[in-house]
């Protein structure tokens, strides 16, 4: 997954995130703004996993959900 399709399209891809993550918040979301390691510690720090689960996870997540249906490039 390229690792910079959080940044670049991160008005659609938070909507996404939130469905998946309903723990993470409205100001996490502002935080975070795309940025990948900032997403993983609030996953993280949100589900009580290690960070090397949370990137595996983010990472398989990301594959499924664009692989079928990418966001728009920029």
Known sequence: MNRDILKGNWEQV??????QWGK???D?????????EV???QLQ???????E????ELERWLDD??????PPRR
């Open 14 to 19: 938070k909507g996404r995130l939130r469905r």
């Open 24 to 26: 993470l918040t409205d």
């Open 28 to 36: 996490d979301l502002e935080r975070i703004k795309g940025d990948r």
């Open 39 to 41: 997403l993983v510690g």
């Open 45 to 51: 720090e949100r589900y009580g996993r290690t960070r």
């Open 53 to 56: 689960e949370m990137e595996e």
């Open 65 to 70: 959900e664009f692989a079928s249906n990418p």
